[in-house]
């Protein structure tokens, strides 16, 4: 009864399950883009551990960092403690990811995941500014608890814990408006309205591309206004940087186009390289207001993933040929994805680097295109308020090969769904 049937997924695990509806099968083993099945099935992956698996799966490099590390008894987990692996970790974060680029962050683990670090984000922003709302943007997305729940725009996600908006707010995070910066204007007017009661927020908190929002991407200039806004107005800017960094958009860190440095960076999924959960949230030196103990947690210190993160920089960052090929590949799609759109009605895509996302004006047309792709051996989900969003996110090591049979699959399945 078990083996190969899904019968005992159905049975025993929560009602909350969801990446297994979309893909009813029992995934085995992995390497590179390609998952296989136990029935021996091949899938190409183009969700990358919804963007964990920035490097591939079981990347070989990483891998071998792993088991030496686990053979001779390396600490696997160290709490905070000092350990080799972390001072290994942190050398090269400064040396290969810092340094270069003049960023002059404290790091602080906050926990394993995405969540842990947009947690830490928050509190660390209300505790230096004495102040709480939180700004964040219509369909955002930072997480799960309640905390990073508040300040995500997402009725559905945010409605069963009845957590209301921190401080959302209505201003669409708009793509278009790249530059336009009287578009801010009406924010800076709320914000200066101190007749009306409202409470000055302690940061605004934004992703530079929303992934989980439908591949919404900020321009430049907007970005750049919005930190000038933050400036101006006593808030502290948080990137989130969970599914846009470590090299998604092209850069190790997505804001790096728009010359922006914020005052606190979130960073987790692709951190550890190798799927491994580990997080950090960064922040400007001054800001490190934390006492001792603060904020801790049992998994702060997963050394596996800090010896797997210390390889992935090590292999993809010392120099800028991963960023270059992100950003070839990412025109390549565009392309591909600008012929599509030409060739069938009521679609649009947009994206930077190797996150790009297909719009249907129909969300059931893009859970169909979902399923045939599926069908046809290839893995890609649906992202935006409504579903309306197929979004493309395949590991940063796609061979191009991959790259263009992904993107076949895709063109069918859209064909086959008028
Ligand atoms: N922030 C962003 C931008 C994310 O995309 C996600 C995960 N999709 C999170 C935070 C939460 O990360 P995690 O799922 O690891 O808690």
Same mark, same amino acid.
């Given at each position: ?264 960076? /979130? ?8 799927? $491994?959960?580990?997080? #950090? !949230?960064?922040?400007?030196? +001054? &800001? @490190? ?92 989900? /649906? ?8 979004? $493309?996110?395949?590991? #940063? !090591?796609?061979?191009?090969? +991959? &790259? @263009? ?14």
């Amino acid at each position: 009864v078990i083996g190969t049937s899904m019968s005992v997924f159905d049975l025993l695990e929560s009602e909350v399950r969801s990446y297994c509806r979309s893909w009813p099968t029992v995934f085995d083993h992995a390497r590179g883009s390609r998952l296989w099945s136990e029935e021996r099935r091949r899938y190409l992956d183009f969700f990358a551990g919804a963007g964990s698996l920035n490097y591939g799966h079981s990347n070989p490099v990483l891998k071998r960092a792993l088991l030496s590390y686990l053979e001779r008894d390396g600490i696997v987990n160290g709490l905070d403690m000092a350990t080799t692996a972390k001072r290994d970790f942190l050398t090269a974060f400064q040396d290969l990811v810092l340094g270069p680029r003049g960023l002059p962050y404290k790091v602080m683990f906050p926990g394993p995941t995405g969540t842990d670090a947009v947690e830490a984000a928050l509190k660390l922003a209300r505790k230096v500014k004495g102040r709480e709302p939180v700004v964040s943007f219509t369909n955002a997305f930072h997480g799960m608890s309640l905390g990073s729940l508040a300040v995500t725009g997402n009725a559905f996600k945010r409605a069963g814990a009845g957590v209301p908006l921190v401080h959302g707010t209505p201003m669409p995070f708009d793509r278009y408006l790249d530059g336009r910066v009287p578009d801010f204007l009406w924010l800076e007017r709320l914000l200066e309205d101190s007749g009306s009661g409202l409470d000055h927020p302690a940061a605004v908190i934004v992703e530079t591309v929303q992934g989980e929002g439908g591949v919404n991407v900020a321009g430049p200039g907007w970005l750049r206004a919005l930190a000038d806004l933050c400036a101006r107005h006593d808030m502290l800017l948080i990137v989130d940087d969970v599914q846009m960094g470590c090299g998604r958009t092209g850069p190790f860190f997505s804001f790096e186009d728009a010359g922006i440095t914020p005052d606190i960076v /979130t960073l987790s999924k692709s951190v550890s390289g190798y799927g $491994l959960p580990m997080a #950090l !949230t960064l922040f400007s030196p +001054e &800001l @490190d207001r934390w006492e001792p103990g603060e904020h801790n947690g049992t998994f702060r210190g997963n050394n596996a993933a800090f010896v797997t993160a210390t390889a992935a920089l090590h292999t993809y960052w010392a120099d800028d040929e991963l960023e270059r090929r992100t950003v070839r590949l990412g025109n390549r799609v565009e392309e591909r994805l600008s012929a599509m759109t030409r060739e069938h009605h009521g679609l649009s895509h947009r994206g930077r680097g190797l996150v790009r996302g297909i719009e249907f004006e129909d969300p059931a047309r893009a859970a169909a295109v979902c399923a045939r792709a599926f069908e046809r051996g290839l893995l890609v989900e /649906t992202s935006g308020p409504t579903g309306q969003v197929v979004k $493309l996110l395949p590991p #940063l !090591t796609v061979r191009d090969a +991959e &790259l @263009d049979e992904g993107l076949d699959i895709i063109d069918r399945a859209v064909l086959a769904t008028p």
